[in-house]
DNA sequence: ACCTGAACACCGTTCAAGT
DNA sequence: ACCTGAACACCGTTCAAGT
């Protein structure tokens, strides 16, 4: 079952391993048992394990970098448009559907690294455009972006953390995404 | 050389490889290497790797949660506390000596979720009591403790992720605990 | 009491062989 | 073109044997 697997079938679900349980997770053996095939078959669409890691990083960078910023700048008001950021960011974290704390844990791994950086590099520069858009001023807008993007990192990891907890639930999500709005917003109309 | 080799010798080396590289460098036979000692050596004082990764994450809490928070109580000015926690535990993460990285991304290992929630939840509880000493309303001080905590966790990870870039340095370290610092004292004199 | 060294199971990797 | 299956190196684990 499952015949003709592709390249983006072993990234796919590498990639939902690294969200749910790290790098090391990201394993030819077990992703053979779980898509139904032999690790012969991967050495067919990759020459080796760090090939996969390096697929799943591009894409990870693609989806949660690249492609949520496209969806993001659709939004015209620039108000509107740090809102939709924070909920659509927060919502993915709450999923767990985030490979950022997989990412980061990580970090030092050099074949991590320089992925890491970019994107990191990259998201603050959207936050930072996007305070702009909204009327803050050019040096404080670099650092409202490198604070909320600490406070997006930091409730995913709460999410992570304290799952049965009472962050589990879709009022708490609700309520948190108001608290990043509200550090959002009034910071933006401030300055 | 290195004879004798106590539990605590190898859980202090596992807590440094947990901090630099994540869970999945918490393995016997690197560490036997880094101690000059073989593995066997190892099954002496641990059953198994599973012992060792309990009493790993017991010092990570011991440490970074019970002696730093004895630590902060020594200081008298309830505002003064809430800064010298922000500059310790910023200043560790810098430093990369913390392991919450390392944690946050196994948080879905079953040995590693009871430690993480435990630490999350004291921590929390902390950060509330001390904003109530600072005179913040109980609801609102809740929310404050979550909102803080979520900055200096993903300060830590800002750091880590972007270790060549500007963040790095002793003066933007000051900046970024400054932000922290900006965030906490006024949301704590106001409400 | 504390450690070595050899043994075996698991995952990364290779490769000849199959369809 | 795409995959299997057997082979071998690495790390977790066991254990008899050493001091």
């Not at 690790?39 to 067919?44: A, E, L, T």
Request: glycine share 6%.
């Amino acid at each position: 079952m499952a015949m003709g697997l592709s390249r983006a079938d072993w990234t796919e679900a590498a990639l939902d391993a690294l969200a749910q349980d790290g790098l090391g997770a990201v394993a030819i053996d077990p992703l053979a048992r779980r898509l139904g095939a032999t690790k012969g078959s991967f050495y067919w669409h990759f020459a080796n394990r760090d090939e996969l890691i390096a697929a799943v990083l591009e894409r990870w960078e693609q989806r949660d970098t690249i492609e949520l910023v496209a969806e993001i700048d659709k939004i015209e008001d620039p108000r509107e448009r740090l809102v939709g950021l924070a909920r659509i960011a927060l919502g993915q974290a709450a999923r767990g559907a985030d490979a950022q704390a997989g990412v980061l844990a990580a970090a030092s791994d050099p074949r991590v690294a320089p992925a890491l950086a970019r994107v990191t590099t990259t998201r603050l520069a959207v936050l930072e455009r996007l305070y702009r858009d909204v009327g803050v001023e050019p040096e404080a807008a670099e650092r409202h972006a490198r604070l909320t993007y600490a406070i997006y990192v930091g409730m995913s990891d709460l999410h992570r953390a304290v799952p049965q907890a009472a962050l589990r639930s879709a009022a708490d999500l609700e309520a948190d995404i108001e608290l990043m709005v509200d550090m959002l917003v009034p910071a933006a109309s401030g300055a």
